[in-house]
């Protein structure tokens, strides 16, 4: 009986051993991960899907609304639908540069950790990583400050079809409401640029502003900008995280540059 109780006992302290360092492994691995880098790119595909897919949309919207209110001779509008058709097919472009460019910041994250030196072993920094790493923050930077510039111009719009929406909401208004007061309440979309002074209508007042407010081009194209607007700035959120990351490995493969690359951002 003795030999089988130590047969057992053997068995569960090997049984018990083995859990340890399956779960010893798994704390290596997760201890690892970049986070910094994951949080960024969850954050940039979200933020860039949400500018690229309703902006997309939002501006489809535009066109409608003006070519049905504002602007019914084509010729006045033929070259800002030239200028948007141009927009969407930049924004497919932007969506298939950032999907790519941050799987490669996120690889490079991971290729930076200490979870990689224990999957591959041993290794040492060269030139042409170090480079790679200062080309990313260059790049990254230089991104982000695009894409202040994407977020503050994402605004205008929003600017705009708030400015329509609140003339709407005055011609709503108890004060104003049934009143010979309303006809005289306008919104000319002239005088913000998309369209020459010639265009015809271009002013619309009263009632017929208020119309336009209550179609669902209207409240579809005002929501979906401001949602879009919203998605450029989580954009830039995840931009400034991505200079911290990419500045930090750079940082330790420089100054760590003969010693064992081990980095945690």
Known sequence: MKPAMETAAEENTEQSQERKGCFECCIKCLGGVPYASLVATILCFSGVALFCGCGHVALAGTVAILEQHFSTNT??????????????YVIYGIASFFFLYGIILLAEGFYTTSAVKELHGEFKTTACGRCISGMFVFLTYVLGVAWLGVFGF????VFM???IWSTCEVIKSPQTNGTAAVEQICVDIRQYGIIPWNAFPGKICGSALEN???TNEFYMSYHLFIVACAGAGATVIALLIY?????????VLKFKSREDCCTKF
């Open 243 to 251: 200079m911290m990351a990419t500045t930090y490995n750079y940082a």
């Open 75 to 88: 010729s006045d509008h033929a070259l800002l639908s030239e200028v948007i058709q141009l927009m969407q």
């Open 161 to 163: 079809f708030y400015n």
């Open 212 to 214: 336009i407010c209550n």
């Open 154 to 157: 994402s605004a205008v719009p």
